[in-house]
């Protein structure tokens, strides 16, 4: 058996099968079924999972958040601490930067994501700016490092999960340190007891079982910095590390699934399809529908946001024009003027990866399948 490896990010891709390993992290990092694409809040147990290594076991009585380095006050703060702070809460749209990786050729080994790595839940807990105000950074701090109680190794190092933020970016309003996840403590998975995160970015800055802050004055270059995480396209390059969502939307699967295939059978009556559509840089202003594989697009009802980074639902009614097969795709727009390409952009890591979706379809008479999502 040929062994695989990755050891630098993204530095190893495949044309072929998938993998056992990467079946092996498919299993663990589950996505949220797309039909949970209905709700405005994803249910518990639906939002999808990224966790590089295992998830730790915290206790509670023992954990406590440290703020210190470049700060003349340093700070620790356990969880009592930290809920008796005037609490934020609010819905935020969640997407990891491999989302759509598979859909590359070839494609990057690592988590093969298709589409659904994307949630939205309702955070609550701390804002990080006034914390670190009370923490008084120094004048020479440049980069603030979050750091997670997960260790692992990747790409031959080994680490414990961290990313950094510039201070201007550590200082934006938006950011939390969060200690609830749908009004319910942190799940284990999602990083309890406490994590950040970062709206409007990719998951990966949104640093789970978070247990230190440290504001440093040499710019941060831990692995997750550094060398994951980076838009390259020959292992040799830096690369432009990834921060902003790009633009995408999803479709709430229609009709009734074929069980091994997924692919979607409809009636013939017009019905009603719809999804959700989102951007790290600001509201999405239009989606527009194709039934023909992209050649021809429709526009369709945008929904507003309920909060600037949560995700926004759009709606069409589509009449087949007749049995026989269609490939439906969406297809957004942001206020920034982004718009989501027809075919991926390739890239050695497999990162936003925003190509429409393309749904295959059959309509077919009398098939009890058109009601409404
Ligand atoms: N400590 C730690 N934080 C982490 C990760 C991790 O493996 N360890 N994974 C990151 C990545 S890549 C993503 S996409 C999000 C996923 O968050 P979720 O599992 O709550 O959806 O967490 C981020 N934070
Ligand atoms: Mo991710």
Not at 104 to 132: D, I, K, M, N
Not at 176 to 194: D, E, F, I, R, S
Request: charged share 20%.
């Amino acid at each position: 058996m040929t062994e695989l490896r990755n050891d630098v990010p993204g530095g190893t891709t495949a044309s072929e099968d998938i993998t056992r390993e990467e079946l092996q992290l498919a299993t663990r990092n589950h996505g949220m079924p797309l039909e949970a694409l209905r709700y405005d809040v994803t249910p518990p147990g639906l939002h999808y999972l990224l966790i590089h290594y295992d998830i730790p076991l915290v206790d509670p009585e023992r954990w406590s958040l440290t703020i210190s380095g470049r700060v003349r006050r340093p700070l620790k703060l356990t969880l009592p601490d930290l809920r008796q702070r005037p609490a934020v809460t609010m819905p935020i749209t969640l997407e990891c930067a491999g989302n759509g990786r598979a859909r590359l050729h070839p494609r990057a080994l690592s988590q093969p994501w298709l589409y659904e790595a994307v949630g939205t839940a309702e955070w609550t807990g701390v804002g990080l700016a006034a914390l670190l105000d009370e923490a008084e950074l120094e004048d020479d701090a440049i980069d603030v490092v979050f750091t997670g109680l997960d260790r692992g190794v990747e790409g031959g190092v080994e680490q414990a999960y961290e990313r950094s933020l510039s201070i201007a970016d550590a200082r934006r309003p938006e950011i939390v340190l969060a200690y609830a996840m749908n009004g319910q403590p942190l799940p284990p998975q999602h990083g309890y007891p406490l994590r950040l995160l970062v709206p409007g970015w990719y998951g990966m800055a949104s640093v789970k079982w978070l247990v230190r802050i440290t504001a440093v004055s040499q710019p941060f270059n831990g692995y997750q910095q550094a060398r994951a995480y980076r838009l390259r396209h020959g292992p040799d390059e830096p690369g432009e590390p990834l921060t902003r969502i790009a633009v995408r939307s999803l479709m709430l699967p229609p009709g009734l699934p074929d069980f091994f295939s997924r692919r979607r059978l409809l009636g013939t009556e017009p019905c009603v399809l719809s999804g959700r559509a989102w951007s790290g840089h600001g509201r999405i202003v239009a989606v527009e529908l194709s039934a023909d594989g992209g050649r021809s697009w429709v526009p369709t009802q945008v929904e507003d946001a309920v909060a600037s980074n949560a995700w926004q639902r759009w709606t069409c009614i589509w009449e087949p024009p007749g049995p026989g097969s269609y490939e439906l795709c969406s297809r957004a727009t942001d206020v920034a003027g982004h718009t989501q390409p027809l075919e991926p952009s390739w890239n050695l890591g497999g990162y936003a990866v925003n190509a429409v979706q393309r749904v295959p379809v059959t309509v077919a008479p009398r098939t009890v399948a058109n009601s409404l999502p």
